[in-house]
T-cell receptor, first 112, second 118 residues
Framework: AQSVTQPDIHITVSEGASLELRCNYSYGATPYLFWYVQSPGQGLQLLLKYFSGDTLVQGIKGFEAEFKRSQSSFNLRKPSVHWSDAAEYFC??????????FGAGTQVVVTP | GAVVSQHPSRVICKSGTSVKIECRSL??????MFWYRQFPKQSLMLMAT?????????EQGVEKDKFLINHASLTLSTLTVTSAHPEDSSFYIC??????????????FGPGTRLTVL
């Protein structure tokens, strides 16, 4: 069975500092991996995705993620956060038929 | 990118009534759509898979008679919450995959519908 773990429920980071959000997955085959961001009361916006190929994936808003098969991880990073990055971030693993399993989410708070 | 819409964005209803939520793929066809439910400060939980031309597939623990799903066309799926109760209050989100097969199943999510049952 597939599962996704986001170990950090809540992260506080200063504006301009770097950010890393952790994601570990369990999946029987080659996973399709995604990071989504959700602002309060809003739907999900795709930040980036990994299907195959280069294990370092670039996304929107300056985010990147690295797929590490040996560690079953797909951590999200941003070198310098902006106040507008405060939101809930979800890691997800998808099957070829499009059914997603989401992690519990990480709430990011950005302080001045 | 592809667009998925939901209507209404917010709905308040009385306990015991039924509420219909629409999910539309605006610029692509989707033979499959997914319905998720999100409680406050929690993750999205898959409720069911909506299949055009056939019955929906429900996840374990989801009452199919309470959450009726109809995939009326290749661009429209509806979720009807029947005899709603306050515990059904939640944020309902639909998604539709565009493309198929390996490497092509990007999901597009609707903006969500906030249901409040009084």
């Amino acid at each position: 069975a597939q599962s996704v773990t986001q170990p950090d429920i809540h992260i506080t980071v200063s504006e301009g500092a770097s950010l890393e959000l952790r994601c570990n997955y369990s999946y029987g085959a080659t996973p399709y991996l995604f990071w989504y961001v959700q602002s309060p009361g809003q739907g999900l916006q795709l930040l980036l995705k990994y299907f195959s190929g280069d294990t370092l994936v670039q996304g929107i808003k300056g985010f990147e993620a690295e797929f590490k098969r040996s560690q079953s991880s797909f951590n999200l990073r941003k070198p310098s956060v902006h106040w507008s990055d405060a939101a809930e971030y979800f890691c997800a693993v998808g099957a070829s038929w499009g059914k997603f399993q989401f992690g519990a989410g990480t709430q990011v708070v950005v302080t001045p | 990118g592809a667009v998925v819409s939901q209507h209404p964005s917010r709905v308040i209803c009385k306990s015991g009534t039924s509420v219909k939520i629409e999910c539309r793929s605006l610029d692509f066809q989707a033979t499959t759509m997914f319905w998720y439910r999100q409680f406050p400060k929690q993750s999205l939980m898959l409720m069911a898979t909506s299949n055009e031309g056939s019955k929906a597939t429900y996840e374990q623990g989801v009452e199919k008679d309470k959450f009726l799903i109809n995939h009326a066309s290749l661009t429209l799926s509806t979720l009807t919450v029947t005899s709603a109760h306050p515990e059904d209050s939640s944020f309902y989100i639909c998604s539709a995959p565009k493309g198929s097969g390996q490497g092509g199943n990007e999901q597009f999510f609707g903006p969500g519908t906030r249901l409040t049952v009084l």
